[in-house]
């Protein structure tokens, strides 16, 4: 099967910081567990380049636009580079294939009755480019409001209100996690929707409509069209094969976008709409959200990751919060979430059992048949939890089962002292247990500390690769390499 998963595209109007990381570690996460899961996958990132607000960047920054936005994008793509995310297609929406594509969707809508030319009179704020019916001030840049009174393309929103409504409440995950779906419903269920505004004639630095040079594409039909172009032609083999099982990571601030205008736009083109989009809270620093816009709340991931490793952030996003729910980030929680469950938890147990492996039985030994054994069937159970929580996208609830593991089995060996057992069955038995546990431990953990599993695996001789299809598989094969340290203490100095 196949699985094409998607981060936001960025706006390249500033530089990449801590927020935008936190979305794309969440996305490869989930890349992880599909590849686990046997899916061929693609993950799809960007950066997104038209509209005023980059125009207006550009200017302020005095730079032309193209030179700009291209300065903008490969601080994006390079970012994602030097943490070693595996993103397999990064589209800008300056290319030229990401333009022939849009104006595909465009024409899509229209022929289908859904596109129609009025004036648009009302508020927007440009940081956002989103459109606002009320107030004074932007509620999440805080800057006024501008009046805006233009002639304008619009989409027929208002017609795609009730099949919104019946797809939400029939796909249990279409948007997760749970808060954000009901936000969305009561958002559809208490508002009557307004067609929306898909035009402007007071820019130029966009996508011209077809058919009405007078006239560019509202900016976030641009950006979202980015999910389809970056599979290719809509008539496209990949197109077919990957944009049926799309997955879409995004935050909070984008999630209307997303869950409401971006699925009628997609069913009056004729298309299918994405099976999940898993939705992030905010990062704040001391309360206050992350953001180009406030300098003084801007985090960069690489001196972070050098800290504590790309495996480290991860951990300590899924582990801190909720997926969905605000995150107040603090350098000192990070650094002993991370020593306690990576080098502690997850390091001491691996370098205990090879520490008995190299003491008793260095070269290893066989045992046929699984032993009948509590532990096992503990562990058990609680992988069965991780796989139900990682398929409802619950990626704290099954970080926390991945730990759960590891602690008992920590506690396990506590308790039993194999170091105690006489030489023979008694005790290959156990450690033949304990392998089988630590294996299946590290699949687990393959979507959120990769690096540290793959070590793992390594020190108990176990195939490189983490698929689902081999946990709880019984390998009579144990054995370990000399015990090392897969994951050093981090010191609150760096
Ligand atoms: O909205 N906490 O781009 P953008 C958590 N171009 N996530 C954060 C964050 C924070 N403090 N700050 C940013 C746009 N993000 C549009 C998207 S998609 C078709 C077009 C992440 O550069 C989060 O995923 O403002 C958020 O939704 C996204 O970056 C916004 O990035």
């Known amino acids: 099967m196949k ?25 490869t996460c989930l890349r992880r567990y ?33 030179k700009f936005v291209e300065a903008r994008s490969n601080e994006f793509a390079s970012l994602w580079q ?26 899509r809508m229209a022929a289908n009755g859904d596109i129609y030319k009025g004036h648009y009179e009302g508020l927007y704020c440009v940081e956002c480019e989103e459109y606002f019916t009320s107030g004074e001030n932007c509620p999440v840049h805080r800057v006024p409001l501008q009046k805006f009174a233009e002639e304008s393309y619009f989409f027929r929103l208002s017609a795609y209100q009730q099949r919104l ?17 009901n936000e969305v419903l009561a958002l559809l269920t208490e508002n009557t929707l307004r067609d929306l505004s898909i035009s402007r004639t007071s820019t130029t630095w966009g996508i011209p409509v077809p058919g009405d040079n007078q006239h560019v594409m509202y900016v976030w039909i641009d950006a979202l069209a980015t999910y389809l172009s970056a599979l290719g032609p809509l008539n496209s083999d990949r197109f077919a094969e990957y944009w049926p099982n799309t997955i879409h990571c995004i935050g909070k601030d984008i999630l209307t976008f997303h869950a409401v205008y971006w699925p009628a736009i997609l069913w009056s083109a004729g298309l299918t709409i994405p099976d999940s989009i898993v939705v992030n809270g905010w990062l704040t620093v001391e309360g206050r959200k992350i953001a180009k816009s406030d300098p003084a709340t801007i985090l960069d991931p ?3 990751t050098e800290c504590v490793t790309v495996d480290g952030l991860l951990h300590y996003f899924l582990k801190s919060v909720n997926l969905g729910h605000d995150l107040d980030f603090r350098r000192d929680i990070l650094i002993d979430v991370v020593n306690t469950d990576l080098a502690n938890t997850i390091g001491n147990l691996y370098a205990r059992y090879s520490g008995l492996m190299q003491r008793f039985y260095p070269g290893g030994f066989v045992v046929e048949a ?7 069937d503990e562990v058990a159970v609680l992988s069965e939890q991780y796989l139900h929580d990682m398929e409802s996208f619950s990626l704290t609830q099954a970080s926390k089962c991945f730990l759960r593991i590891a602690n008992l089995v920590n506690k396990d060996i506590q308790d039993v002292e194999p170091w105690r057992l006489p030489e023979g069955e008694a005790l290959q038995q156990y450690l ?24 793992a695996r390594g020190l108990i001789g176990s195939p490189e690769v983490a698929r689902l299809s081999d946990i709880g598989v019984w390998q009579p094969h144990i054995c370990s390499t000399e015990s090392e340290v897969i994951f050093p203490r981090v010191e609150y100095s760096t």
């Open 3 to 27: 699985r094409h998963i998607t981060t936001p595209i960025y706006y390249a109007s500033g530089s990449p910081h801590l927020g935008h990381a936190y979305t794309t570690l969440v996305a």
């Open 34 to 66: 599909a590849e686990m899961d046997d899916h061929e996958v693609i993950l799809a990132s960007g950066t997104d380049e038209h509209g005023q607000k980059i125009e207006q960047a550009a200017t302020r920054a005095d730079v032309p636009l193209l």
């Open 82 to 107: 030097s943490l070693a995310l595996p993103i397999d297609l990064f589209t800008r929406t300056t290319a030229a294939h990401h333009q022939s594509v849009t104006v595909d969707l465009w024409q």
């Open 165 to 181: 409504i019946d797809h939400i409440k029939g796909h249990q995950n279409f948007i997760v996690p749970i808060a954000r779906r």
């Open 302 to 304: 690489v001196e972070l």
């Open 370 to 376: 699984q032993p009948k054994n509590r532990l096992l």
């Open 432 to 455: 033949a247990c304990l392998h089988h546990v630590l294996r299946d431990l590290a699949i687990l953990g393959e979507p959120f500390v990769p690096v540290l599993m793959q070590k």
